[in-house]
């Protein structure tokens, strides 16, 4: 104790609150009196307890019913009885350790003389006061029914006259331990006078056999002599509930600054700068509802930030007209951006910043423990009654559940508690909050680039504000816990402030990753002494980092400076539910464990099934992020394992652990098309050295139980093994690391597939399954082909003029009922079918709705034939009608205006206002011609095949399909089988093993021995096979291309056959496509000692789309050049385009058209274009098919009408010109 306090006495402030918050954590008395050494002042450490918090049960027995509440406060706060104990004169008996068996039988929380390691002699103790609380669990073997705090006074209390003064007027009840009680003792006086005051007092005698005796009311004697050590406790104990049963003075640790004689140590000026500021900000809120400061003063970070977050995802995964999107999606992220700005200027945080900003080291130092001490202590209260309601509601629930009715009071109940879930959510408001808004408020107005003017110029310090911080060893938020989102603008600023402070340093890099409440963050902070940032009351959220510098004794046994710890929430918590908690966890996984040099998987117990299945996963987003370059090492470290044998017994668990692992590797390096053998081909990892266990952390039941010395033991070895690993690590530069971060997130972004499923045999047997799914759907789309082809000829002859759907249906019902057995067949036989079953229904209702919209879209394009061949029938029967009424009118026109001189522009005026009456009147029945989208039909091809949406868009952005035919070298398209792999490997270690020999001019007879041994050949033969190779690969690498072309020109035959002109275009045809490329790559690979990676295919699937476009696109090509020709508005320079723009919008007298013009020029400019290309096309009776510009194919039928039109109309120009 001696040692302890001579520590306490050399260390500052921060120091002295992490030791006294440690020993709180440990069950062990904390120093409430200190003797000042210099000036003898009584000194209370108030400051030290600041950051303790108690957390207790209480029990009420009210109608045979048992209340148990739950209390959680800092302990300064709480209010509670205080039971002191004094020793006048000297004793063989141990005042401490008789406190020990009040408290805790079985932890010395009292160090006292017997306990090991002390001595006779005390230096430092003799004057000073020590306190523990006792917590109640709410059980029936509770010691005491309420929290209750008890005093020790070290060394002989008639000497200690201040202290004991001092405490007699601050407690509950008074224990006096005496050798007699002889009036003519030195101690008879003391002991009188606490006779006659008020306090309750308790005697124990040394010299008396005598058992618990009230002399008075609140008045006792017990005797010690020849007494059980076991007896006295608990008659002690009997007595002490008995005196506080009724009411009593309670004690309250902050009044201490209120007691005369004692000076508190936040007296000092440093630490009163601080207070003040950050109570200046408390203030703000202090009369708040903690739920509702967030939304009030923190608004960057709620719901705008959460929506942003949203479309920023949603920007990775475009679909359709991807431009369009995106440019849309940017413009809304900038819309939340503006209205973040808008919202940033608050008082809070600006009160915040500024005290960050103007306050020196050591008072902004005191100012961030005042916020955090503060604004948790005012959660703290907002929590415990929020959990407290929830509870009872909960319990309410429970019971009209129990009565199996549904009635409205249960309905109300039940929103209740989601309303206080909610609001329990929201209530978690710490100082990491505080940093996130200046995140928040700094990506805000750099993503917009903000002018600095005024005020404005703050938010350019925050990153130099938060490095500081930082560098001191403050942990700083690299991922929103709440949003799941990492602020990229804002790390990148911070960590490069960083830099210019330090330098460019290098880290190493140490994640944890592990389930909910399995003690990471404990693991973290016993084996470096940290305190990451939680929310009070609250497990961590998101991910943390925080530097720890490597002290100056064993900084040269390193390659690095400091090391870069990350703490993240755990996996698999409560608060999120189904898919959304497996996206969340294995996206986090990823992350975490992609930045790590090391990092510690952290199970709770034996059994690693959980985080088994989350490795498989990051194991699978690692192989599918190969622009990310990713050296990952892990550590197992298993909690909670009580067994002394837990090595040698789970040496089988470790294998099976290792197989398990390679199995999954393997099975996704399957899938991905990967060059990986076994799981620490991606992660490094050792299952006979990286598999650790820990003894449980309490000794016993909380709230009381004492840590397990045992488990500081473990956390130290790990920490050995830790750092013997990084010792032989170079670390990672913090630039290099700040790029890692951007390089992974962007990555993460990108990757959206394999974050929703449980592990690597979940992906496997989905993708089986969506394959599966494309079959049926081929089968049925053949099926609706076949019918669609044998009703077309029907129709165009005019043999069928109605198609109903029940007989589409009725013609389908083979094929579907033969598909929907299969279906169900697939279900119930598939080897994996207790996996697939929770797709089940979704594929079912999936293939249905597929089924009538397929019987929907065919019955339409149906309907549309035949009304076109209708309109068609009409127009030919009008013909000869509408030529003779054209003449007549022609000639009573020409005969109304013989004797008149009219203006050519009146005559076709009056012309083309009969005109366009009897065109309108032609064409009312015509389907207006429909826009198509190739690019989203190829991707949604090309996601029946099993191609997930962000592969497809990567292709298509790198364009690099577009030479398929013409690359040079097909290596990077290709993976060569297991025995090819082997073999080229052989010939590697040949050729390196010959290359070592040539430069020493030694052979080894062994080596040659080994040659024959394994049949390879001899060095000439090696050089001969090596050429021979090289040119097996120039001859492979032209059969690819051979192939590629043969593909090509075999689907161009397809599409050519295709009834495209008279029928129109069908995504049908795209599929056909894919289904035969797919099956001509999976012919060629047969036989090979290679296969293709998944790039090639899609990339060749794109390539033939691209060519069988640019096929169709030849006539509209065409068309285009005849125009340029031919039309003036086309042969010039953009001006003159914009000329004829308005010349046409002239004519027109158009208003509506000029608006559009005036507001979105470019849209006008395609109307303009699109109206004479249209013209042009009817004029000269051409019909084409151009994907490109999406012009349907669909408007074959129709243009026949116009041409018909046009053509009536070319006579009628003639009658103009004869009338």
Excluded at 323 to 341: D, F, G, S
Excluded at 610 to 626: P, S
Excluded at 885 to 910: F, I, M, P, R
Excluded at 1110 to 1117: F, I, L, P
Aim: hydrophobic residues 35%; neutral net charge; aromatic residues 8%.
């Amino acid at each position: 104790m001696d040692v302890q306090m001579a520590v306490f006495h050399c260390s500052d402030s921060f120091l002295k609150q992490k030791m006294i918050t440690k020993l709180s954590q440990c069950q062990y008395a904390l120093p409430l009196l200190v003797p000042d050494l210099v000036t003898t002042n009584i000194v209370c450490p108030l400051w030290t307890f600041r950051q303790i918090t108690k957390t207790w049960k209480t029990s009420t027995t009210k109608d045979n019913s048992t209340t148990v509440t739950m209390k959680s406060m800092p302990v300064y706060n709480a209010e509670t009885p205080m039971v002191s104990f004094f020793r006048l004169g000297s004793m063989s008996l141990s005042k401490s350790q008789l406190m020990n068996a009040l408290i805790n039988d079985r932890h010395n929380t009292f160090f006292h003389r017997n306990c090991p390691g002390s001595t006779k002699s005390r230096h430092l103790m003799d004057g000073v006061a020590e306190i523990a609380w006792y917590c109640p669990a709410g059980k029936p073997n509770d010691f005491f029914l309420d929290c209750i705090a008890f005093c020790n006074l070290h060394g002989d209390s008639l000497a200690i006259v201040k202290q004991r003064e001092i405490l007699t007027e601050m407690s509950s009840v008074i224990v006096v331990l005496v050798p007699t009680l002889e009036k003519n003792h030195e101690s008879s006086a003391v002991i009188s006078m606490l006779y006659k005051s008020s306090k309750p007092l308790i005697i124990l005698s040394a010299d008396n056999e005598c058992s618990a005796v009230e002399m008075k009311p609140q008045k006792y004697k017990l005797g010690l002599k020849e007494r059980s050590q076991s007896d006295v406790p608990e008659e002690l104990k009997k007595i002490i509930r008995s005196i506080l049963s009724r009411p009593q003075t309670s004690f309250q640790l902050k009044t201490m600054a209120k007691v005369s004689g004692v000076r508190v140590d936040e007296d000092m000026e440093v630490c009163q700068n601080g207070k003040s500021a950050a109570m200046e900000l408390v203030k703000l809120i202090e009369r708040m509802d903690v739920s509702e400061i967030k939304e009030k003063f923190l608004p960057c970070q709620g719901q705008l930030w959460y929506e942003w977050c949203k479309i920023n995802k949603e920007l990775y995964h475009l679909k359709g007209h991807i431009e369009k999107e995106m440019v849309q999606k940017r413009q809304q992220l900038k819309e939340i951006r503006q209205k973040q700005c808008n919202m940033s200027n608050n008082e809070m945080m600006r009160l915040f910043t500024e005290s960050l900003e103007r306050l020196p080291p050591n008072d902004r130092e005191y100012f961030l423990k005042w916020t955090q001490i503060l604004i948790d202590a005012l959660s703290k209260d907002d929590l415990s009654s929020i959990l407290q309601s929830y509870d009872e509601t909960w319990s309410e629930v429970l019971v009209l559940k129990n009565k199996h009715e549904k009635s409205a009071q249960l309905n109300e109940k039940q929103a209740e508690l989601e309303h206080l879930s909610k609001k329990l959510q929201s209530a978690t408001f710490g100082l990491e909050h505080l940093f996130r808004e200046m995140g928040q408020i700094y990506e805000a107005h750099k993503f917009l680039e903000r002018p600095s003017l005024g005020r404005q110029t703050e938010w350019t310090k925050y990153p130099e504000l938060a490095a500081d911080l930082m560098i001191k060893g403050h942990p700083m938020e690299l991922m929103d816990g709440d949003a799941g989102h990492v602020p990229l603008l804002w790390i990148s600023s911070l960590l490069k402030e960083v830099i210019k402070k330090l330098g460019d340093q290098k880290v190493f890099v140490l994640s944890v990753l592990g389930v909910q409440s399995s003690g990471k963050s404990t693991m973290l902070n016993a084996m470096f002494g940290l305190q990451f940032a939680v929310s009070a009351g609250r497990c961590t959220k998101g991910a943390y980092m925080q530097l720890v510098k490597l002290s100056e004794e064993i900084k040269k046994d390193y390659k690095f400076e400091y090391v870069l710890v990350v703490d993240t929430e755990g996996l698999r918590a409560l608060e999120l539910a189904g898919n959304a908690t497996l996206h969340h966890d294995n996206e986090l996984a990823t992350f975490v464990v992609g930045l790590g040099n090391m990092t510690l998987i952290n199970i709770f117990g034996e059994n690693p099934a959980d985080m088994q299945d989350v490795l498989q996963i990051v194991v699978q987003a690692f192989m599918r992020m190969k622009k990310v370059k990713l050296s990952p090492s892990c550590v197992f470290v298993h909690q909670n394992v009580t067994d002394i044998s837990a090595v040698e017994k789970n040496m089988d668990g470790k294998r099976r652990l290792q197989e398990k692992l390679d199995k999954m590797a393997q099975l996704a390096a399957k899938e991905e098309v990967c060059d990986v053998e076994c799981f620490s081909d991606v992660i490094a990892f050792d299952v006979q050295k990286d598999v650790k266990y820990f003894a449980q952390l309490w000794e016993g039941s909380p709230p009381m139980a004492p840590p397990n010395p045992g488990y500081s033991e473990s956390v130290q070895e790990l920490k050995a093994v830790i750092l013997s690993k990084a010792s032989h690590s170079t670390g990672i530069l913090l630039s290099h690391f700040n790029a890692k971060i951007q390089d992974l997130w962007n990555a993460l972004m990108n990757e959206h597939f394999v974050f929703s499923f449980k592990n690597t045999l979940e992906i496997a047997v989905y993708r089986k399954l969506e394959a599966q799914y494309g079959n049926w759907t081929w089968a049925l789309r053949s099926e609706m082909l076949n019918i669609e082809n044998q009703l077309y000829p029907r129709i165009e002859k005019g043999q069928l003029d109605k198609v109903d759907k029940v007989y589409l249906e009725k013609q389908m019902s083979k094929k579907y009922t033969e598909i929907t057995k299969a279906i169900v067949a697939y279900f119930e036989d598939d080897k994996d079918k207790e996996m697939l079953v929770q797709w089940r229904s979704r594929f079912e209702i999936k293939i249905d709705e597929f089924h009538e919209e397929l019987v929907r879209d065919v019955k339409r394009k149906l309907d549309e034939l035949i009304q076109q061949n209708n309109a068609r029938k009409k127009f030919d029967n009008k013909m000869t009608e509408f030529e003779n009424n054209l003449l007549q009118k022609s000639k009573e026109l020409a005969h109304l205006l013989k004797c008149t001189d009219a203006d050519v522009e009146e005559l076709k005026g009056q012309f083309n206002t009969v005109w366009s009456l009897w065109v309108k009147e032609l064409t009312s029945d015509t389907k207006p011609i429909e826009n198509i989208s190739l690019d989203e039909d190829q991707c949604n091809v090309l996601g029946g095949l099993g191609v997930e949406s962000s592969f497809i868009i990567e292709s298509k952005q790198s364009k690099k399909y577009k030479n398929l035919s013409e690359t040079g070298n097909y290596c990077c398209y290709r993976t060569p089988k297991k025995s090819e792999k082997l073999y080229e490997e052989s010939q590697q270690s040949q050729k390196n093993k010959n290359k070592a020999d040539r430069d020493t001019g030694k052979q080894s007879k062994i080596f040659d021995i080994a040659r024959k041994f394994m049949g390879m050949a001899s060095t000439t033969q090696q050089e001969q096979q090596h050429k021979s190779k090289n040119s097996f690969q120039h001859e492979e690498q032209e059969m690819i291309r051979l192939f590629i072309n043969q593909v090509e020109q075999e689907c161009l035959k397809v599409m050519k056959d295709k009834p495209v002109a008279t029928r129109g275009y069908s995504s049908t045809y795209l599929e056909e496509l894919a289904k035969h490329v797919k099956q001509r790559v999976t012919e060629f690979e047969s036989g090979r000692k290679y296969t293709f990676k998944k790039e090639f295919t899609v990339d060749l699937l794109l390539y033939v789309f691209d060519r069988a476009e640019t096929v169709y696109n030849k006539t509209g090509v065409g068309i285009a050049g005849e125009m340029v020709c031919n039309f003036s508005a086309f042969s010039g320079n953009r001006l003159n385009l914009e000329k004829h723009v308005l010349a046409s919008l002239a004519e027109k007298e158009d208003f509506n058209s000029f608006i559009t013009y005036i507001r979105n020029p470019r849209k006008q400019v395609e109307a303009f274009i699109k109206e004479e290309v249209e013209k042009y096309m009817f004029a000269t009776q051409k019909v084409f098919f151009s994907p490109t510009e999406g012009v349907t194919g669909r408007f074959c039928g129709a243009a026949v009408t116009h041409q018909r039109a046009i053509s009536l109309g070319s006579k009628g120009v003639d009658l103009q010109k004869e009338a």
